[in-house]
C-alpha cells in the first residue's frame, strides 16, 4: 500500500515564523546589547545545525527501515531489548544514539508515527539512550574534569556511571514484565524475511516526498521556542536561576567549604567549578569524598535550568510539546532520583 504524501504546513510555519521574528525583535530591545555577530553565533548557527541533525534523523530511519539495515543494527543490543521487550527498531536507535541522540529520537518518532513501536516502547527507549548520550559526552568532559579534579574526579564519573546504569536495568526489567508492550512482539519473535526491499531509488523518492513536512511540522515548534530560551538566557533569567539554586542548596544542604565549587559550577561553564574543585581540593579545604558529592549535588541543582535551556527546545521539536516535555521531565527526573540513590549510599557506606 503507497503511503499518502504529506503536504508540508507551509502557513503554518510561516506563523511560527513571524511569532519568532517578534519574540526576536522584542527581546533584542529589552536585553539592550545583542548584536548580530552575537545572535548569528548563540541562536541562527545552533539553530540551523539541529534542524540538520533532525532532518538526518529523520531520513535515516527512513533509510534503515526500507534498506533493511534495523536488524544489523539491533545486533549488539539485540538480547538486552528482547528482554526489555523494546524490539530491533528501538535497538537500532539505541545503537545510533551513539553517534546522534537527536538522530536517534528523530527515528523513534519515525516508527512511533509509522506504527512500528508503541508509545510506551518510544518513552522506554528514550530513556535507556541515556546510556550511549552518557558515552557520546564522555571523552569531551573526561579528559577535562580529570586533570582538573584528579581522584574526585574520577570518583564523580564512576558514581554517575553507576547511576546510568542502575537506571537502565530497572527500565529494561520493568520493560520485560509489561507483556503485549511490543506492537510487533509475534513478528519479533519469528520476523519474516523481508518480502520487498525497496531500491534506492524507491528509498530517495519517498524521502523526498516525505522528509520536507516532517521537518517543517518540527520546525513550526523548534523555532519559538528556541528564540524564547534564547531570548530569556539573553536577559539573564537562567543566571539568576543558577544563582538562586546555588544560594538556596549550599546554605541547605551543602557545607560551607563547598560554596565555591557549587556556585562556580552553576554560575559559569561546567569547566569553571571543576577547575574550582580541584584547587579547594590542592588547598585542603575539601577532602576528595566532599568534593565528589558537592560536584553530585551540582550536576542534580543544574538539572532545571540546563534542561529548559538546551534539551527543551530539542524535545518538543522532535516529539511535540505535550510528549517532548512528558518525555524531558521524566527521562532527567529519572536521572536525578538514580544518581541521588548513588551519591546516598556512596555517602553512607564510603
Known sequence: MREKKAEPKYRTLAISSGVSLTMLITGTWLAGDLGIHRITAQLLWPLIRLMFFIAIG???GQVIEA???????????????????????CSAAFTTAFFSGVSANAMLLE???????????????????????YFLHLPTTFFIVIPLTRWAGALYFLLTFIAMVF???????????????????????????????????????????GLPARVIG?????????????????????????????????????????????????????????????????????TIKQTAMALLI??????????????????????????????????????????VFAGVVYYAVG
Open 167 to 209: 537506571r537502565t536495568i530497572v527500565f529494561l526489567i520493568y520493560g520485560h514484565f509489561q507483556k503485549g508492550m511490543n506492537v510487533n512482539e509475534e513478528r519479533e519473535k519469528s520476523p519474516p524475511k523481508d518480502p520487498k526491499r525497496k531500491t534506492w531509488v524507491e528509498i530517495w523518492k519517498s524521502i523526498r516526498d
Open 111 to 133: 516508527y512511533y508515527k509509522r506504527e512500528k513501536i508503541t508509545k510506551k516502547q518510544l518513552f522506554l527507549s528514550n530513556f535507556v539512550n541515556q546510556m550511549p548520550a
Open 67 to 89: 534498506s533493511g539495515w534495523t536488524k544489523t543494527l539491533a545486533r549488539l543490543a539485540g538480547p538486552l531489548f528482547r528482554f526489555g521487550n523494546l524490539g530491533a527498531r
Open 58 to 60: 529523520l531520513a535515516l
Open 218 to 286: 518540527i520546525a513550526i515548534y523548534v523555532l519559538p521556542i528556541y528564540v524564547l530560551v534564547y531570548m530569556l538566557n539573553a536577559m539573564g533569567l537562567f543566571g539568576a536561576a543558577r544563582n538562586w539554586l546555588a544560594h538556596y542548596v549550599v546554605t541547605t544542604v551543602v557545607p560551607m567549604e563547598s560554596l565555591s565549587v557549587v556556585i562556580l559550577s552553576f554560575a559559569a561553564e561546567f569547566t569553571s567549578g571543576f577547575a574550582a574543585a580541584g584547587a579547594l581540593l590542592d588547598a585542603g579545604a575539601l
Open 298 to 339: 551540582g550536576n542534580i541543582v543544574a538539572f532545571p535550568v540546563r534542561s529548559l535551556r538546551h534539551q527543551l527546545p530539542r524535545y518538543i521539536g522532535i516529539f511535540s510539546p505535550v510528549m517532548g516535555t512528558q518525555l524531558l521531565l521524566l527521562g532527567q527526573g529519572f536521572r536525578i532520583v538514580s544518581i
